[in-house]
């Protein structure tokens, strides 16, 4: 009896233990990709995993699996298959690059994203209201228009230089829309395209000393020489302008940005309905509602450039 009362607590304890291993295999993970670790994708990343663990899953309830890989697809197809060989339930992907890339290569896990330019021209979803596809997410599109006509009002424009990466769709979606937008402002376009960081700093400094003014788009090689460029730009006494997230900061002269920590909130919804139960392909996609044109002063005096009074009461005032 003794023996057989033995027998029977190592079973249970084994059965326990093979219940318990069941319980922690079944926790969810959420595979993201924040591409080039950029800062805005950074910011967006960390607001929606706070948001995750404000609505109940926090550690030991999610499982968050982060990487950072390059821009270039077969870095970002690593990731995605290191997720999908861990099991994962969701993949979160920042910014237009990873995401085509992601819609492409995901054959059954749900697809979330932020900050994606224009999600529908894209083809990642059919409409914003109804994505009829298993992805959904955040747009950051801000109107290129309204960019414009506050550039022209500070200082009418001849020629402009674009700095853009080819088969990087919000960068080609930009380059398009300015272009469109020069037809209706007057002044010319001369795009060059940046296939990685050296030529993004090379040609940026090529454009900035052609150019009256210099659009950046969110590349990723020209976000990652930002700095470089700017530097250049300010040499040549060539205005900056962009719908890059912290680029005015930076240094940039002028920009209409959408907030990259709006963006991460607004994918964490998502997620966390995902996380409950909802299936994706039924959730609208979220459009970016605290957008901010935004003025650097300290550069507009660098440029010997006065900010009309009915842009700046427009504008928030970086110092």
Do not use: W
Request: with cysteine.
């Amino acid at each position: 009896m003794k023996h057989v009362f033995q027998t029977l607590i190592i079973m249970t304890v084994i059965v326990c233990g093979m219940l318990f291993c069941r319980t922690v295999s079944a926790e969810p993970i959420l595979g993201a990709i924040v591409t080039a670790d950029l800062p805005r994708y950074q910011q967006a990343h960390q607001a929606m995993v706070k948001v995750l663990q404000a609505g109940g899953f926090g550690e030991g309830k999610l499982k968050i699996f982060a990487q950072t890989p390059n821009a270039d697809k077969m870095s970002l197809v690593n990731s995605l298959r290191r997720f999908e060989a861990a099991g994962a339930t969701i993949v979160v992907t920042y910014g237009c690059r990873a995401t085509e890339v992601a819609k492409s290569e995901l054959k059954d896990t749900p697809l979330l994203f932020a900050d994606v330019y224009d999600p529908v021209a894209l083809g990642i979803v059919k409409t914003l209201a109804a994505p009829g596809t298993d992805a959904s997410g955040a747009t950051s599109k801000t109107s290129l228009k309204q960019l414009v006509e506050a550039l022209v009002a500070i200082k009418p424009v001849k020629k402009v230089g674009i700095l853009y990466t080819k088969g990087e769709g919000g960068s080609a979606q930009q380059l398009a829309e300015l272009q469109e937008q020069g037809k209706a402002f007057g002044f010319s376009v001369s795009a060059e395209n940046a296939r990685n960081p050296r030529e993004a700093a090379e040609l940026g400094s090529k454009l900035a000393s052609e150019s009256d003014a210099l659009f950046l788009t969110e590349s990723i090689a020209v976000a990652l020489q930002s700095k470089e460029i700017l530097s250049a730009a300010q040499a040549n006494g060539c205005i900056v302008f962009s719908q890059i997230p912290g680029l005015v900061a930076a240094g940039a002269l002028i920009g209409l940005e959408a907030d990259p920590d709006e963006q991460g909130k607004l994918v964490a919804v998502h997620a966390l309905q995902v996380l409950q139960g909802q299936k994706v392909h039924i959730l609208p996609v979220r459009e970016a509602k605290k957008i901010s044109l935004k003025i650097n002063q300290k550069t507009a005096g660098q440029l010997d450039l006065t900010i009309p009074s009915y842009i700046a009461s427009k504008a928030q005032i970086v110092k």
